[in-house]
Every structure is written in structure tokens, then in C-alpha cells.
């Protein structure tokens, strides 16, 4: 997209410029479901898991409240509970480990591969002991993990695997899109997310029908079918809305296009910035990468992202701290591997400004200021 605006702030993210784009269709979405008089798990949350599921190649999944909850049920359904261990990797959103900490259960906390950034196979496979039950594989940034040999460990030992792909919708591995590979693929609709709602929102797919009952019954009071009440088990309330449904149906129809955006504007970065001394993301071959943040890598972190800023170009850290160096989150985890990659690249990281919208100018604007920054020593 370009546009001959003159220079001015490029933001690091931009969620509204979707929906003020779409703010026609949104407002007709919004009032056919106040007309319907159906608010809570009507047809637009059973069309939306339809299209979701279709779209990720699984057998089905369900709409619930956030990613958060989105791993707290698959969790649950895989019977996963109190002093049971979750082998996950420290340097990740910490709703990924949040979750293992809210059942009661224990974080296993390994290193990563340092092209990917996903979690260090090798290091999951020595992590294993009699308390493991599951694997959180994190598609962090958008790039899938290494899914075939994740999901080869946990065949051998009995585990469940489940893939956060709150940062990764529409993200493929050579085995499948993301979200079908392992036996739960949990989803978050931040707003900020490639595909975002205008609250919270979240989905699980999963791979059967077993698991289906159970993620459906957890996430409304444990009711486990019809008539309500006659079968209860444990369940939390955790629900999409129907308003958040028939948003995110309207938005999906461009989520192909969106991504292709993004793909557009990390092919401009890597253009621009490929011949300076920073490490670009890398995208494995026969792997679809989503650029939910494009992350550069260079040892003058601090220094380049003051740069920007005094320039008016917005970046991020994610994250500032791996999970295994916050006493809030890591309280009962259990570091399993040295965590050698996981700090060098939490101090190199930067993130670029990325969203669908993004301009040329933007990520020309972009470009310039950090190869004006690198000549200028
Ligand atoms: C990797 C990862 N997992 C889980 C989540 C949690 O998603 P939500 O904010 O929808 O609860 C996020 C969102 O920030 C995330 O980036």
C-alpha cells in the first residue's frame, strides 16, 4: 500500500485501521445481532468455530473467552492438574506459563532454538520425567515450532502436546497449519492479534470428539449436554460473545489478504535491511511465517530503539524478561536446560512497527531511520 502523506509517527501496532476500514460491515454485524435477540452461544459463535476450524484443518473448535483460557481449558480437557508437570519454553508471552500456574499444575521451563525462537526440542526431550504430562509449543512471533520432532517426543512418552497459537493464525508448518498438528490448538483474539476482535476473544481446536464435549463443557459451567444441569462436571464460564463472533467473521473473510500485507511488509524490511548488522526473523522453508511482530536482533538494542523513538517510530520488546526471570510467574516452575539462548536474545531483541495496514512510506520511513542510525555509527 502506499500513500503520499509527509513523515509522521509510525506506530508499532495499529489494530484500529482494520476496523475503521470494515466499520460498515462491523456496524451491520453488531445490529444483526442485537436484532436476533440471541447473545450467548448463538449461531454466530457455531459459525465462526465452523470457519475456524475449516480454516485450520481441524476437526473442530470453540469459541472461548481469551487465548489465556483458550490454554486453561485444553489444560483441563486433557486432564492435566495439580502437581502435574507442563514442559514450555521460558521466553514467551507470560499467559503461556500463567495458564500452567492457574490449575495448580508445574512449568517446566526450557531454552529455545535460536532461529526460530520456538522451543528447543533437544531440551523438552531431556526435561521429561514421570510428572510430565503435556508440551506447550509456542508459535512465538508467528513462526511455527519444530511440530514434527515436538510431536514425535510427546507420541513416545505419552504427552499431550498443545500449541499456543495465539501469535500465529494462519501460520503453516510443513505438517499442516498451526493449531491441527498437536492435540489442542488454543487462539487468542487480542485486538492487536493477526486476527483481532474488539474486546477479548478466544478458540480451542481440537481433535475429536472427546475432546470437543469437554472443551464445550468446561468452558459453560461443566454442562455436559442437554437438558442443562443433568451432567455436571468441574467447568468455568468462558465463553465468546456472540457480538465478538460476528466480528471476527467479518474480519476472517481478510484475514488471507491481511497476512499477505504483513508478508509484504517483512519482505520490505528484509530488503532494506538486510546488508546492515542486525539478524533478521528467519522463515524455515516449507514454513509459513505471519509476522505477527517482526523482530530484529542486533547487540546496540537500547541505542537503536531510542533512535527510532526520538524519530517517532514505535517499537516493542517482547519480551523484556524471559518467564524463568520473573518471581511472579516462574514461583513454582522448574528450570529444566540451561538458558543460554533464551537471555542473549532477550537482550538483542527489537521489534519493528508491524500491522496489516502498514504503509510503504511507513516501512520506508522505518528502513531509512535504522540504516541512518547504523552509518551514523
Ligand atoms: C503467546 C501468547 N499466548 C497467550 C496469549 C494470551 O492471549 P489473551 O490475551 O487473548 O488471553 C498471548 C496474548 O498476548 C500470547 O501472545
Not at 81 to 86: K, N, T
Not at 134 to 148: E, F, N, S
Not at 258 to 280: H, I, N
Amino acid at each position: 500500500m502506499s500513500d503520499s502523506r509527509p513523515s509522521v509517527e509510525v506506530p508499532f501496532a495499529y489494530p484500529g485501521g482494520e476496523n475503521e476500514v470494515l466499520a460498515e460491515e462491523i456496524s451491520a454485524a453488531i445490529n444483526g445481532v442485537i436484532a436476533s435477540g440471541h447473545y450467548i452461544l448463538g449461531p454466530e459463535v457455531a459459525s465462526f468455530e465452523k470457519a475456524l476450524a475449516s480454516y485450520s484443518n481441524a476437526y473442530a473448535s470453540v469459541g472461548v473467552a481469551s487465548g489465556t483460557d483458550a490454554l486453561v481449558l485444553a489444560l483441563l480437557a486433557a486432564g492435566i492438574g495439580p502437581g502435574m508437570e507442563v514442559i514450555t519454553a521460558s521466553f514467551t508471552a507470560g499467559p503461556t506459563v500463567a495458564a500452567i500456574n492457574m490449575i495448580g499444575a508445574v512449568p517446566v521451563l526450557v531454552d529455545i532454538e535460536e532461529a526460530t525462537f520456538g522451543i528447543d526440542p533437544e531440551a523438552v526431550e531431556t526435561a521429561v520425567s514421570d510428572k510430565t504430562r503435556a508440551i506447550i509449543a509456542v508459535h512465538l512471533y508467528g513462526h511455527p515450532a519444530a511440530l514434527g520432532q515436538l510431536r514425535a517426543i510427546a507420541h513416545h512418552h505419552g504427552l499431550t502436546l498443545i500449541e499456543d497459537c495465539a501469535q500465529a493464525i494462519g501460520a503453516r508448518h510443513e505438517l499442516g497449519p498451526v493449531g491441527s498438528i498437536g492435540d489442542f490448538g488454543c487462539f487468542s483474539f487480542y485486538p492487536t492479534k493477526n486476527l483481532g476482535a474488539i474486546g477479548d476473544g478466544g478458540a480451542v481446536c481440537v481433535a475429536g470428539l472427546d475432546t470437543l464435549t469437554k472443551v464445550r463443557a468446561l468452558r459453560a459451567y461443566g454442562w455436559l449436554r442437554k437438558p442443562q444441569y443433568a451432567d455436571l462436571t468441574d467447568g468455568r464460564c468462558s465463553r465468546l460473545d456472540e457480538l465478538q463472533a460476528a466480528i471476527l467473521t467479518v474480519k476472517f473473510r481478510h484475514l488471507e489478504s491481511w497476512t499477505e500485507a504483513r508478508r509484504t511488509a517483512a519482505a520490505r524490511y528484509k530488503a532494506g535491511l538486510e546488508d546492515l548488522p542486525v539478524l533478521l526473523p528467519y522463515e524455515l522453508p516449507n514454513c509459513r511465517h505471519v509476522y505477527h511482530v517482526y523482530v530484529i536482533r542486533t547487540d546496540r538494542r537500547e541505542a537503536l530503539q531510542g533512535y527510532l523513538s526520538n524519530r517517532g517510530i514505535r517499537t516493542a520488546l517482547h519480551y523484556p524478561y524471559p518467564v524463568h526471570q520473573q518471581p511472579g510467574l516462574a514461583y513454582s516452575a522448574r528450570i529444566a536446560s540451561s538458558m543460554e539462548k533464551t537471555e542473549r536474545l532477550t537482550g538483542e531483541i527489537l521489534s519493528l512497527p508491524m500491522f496489516s495496514t502498514i504503509s510503504d512510506r511507513q516501512t520506508s520511513q522505518v528502513i531509512e531511520a535504522i540504516r541512518s542510525f547504523f552509518k551514523n555509527g
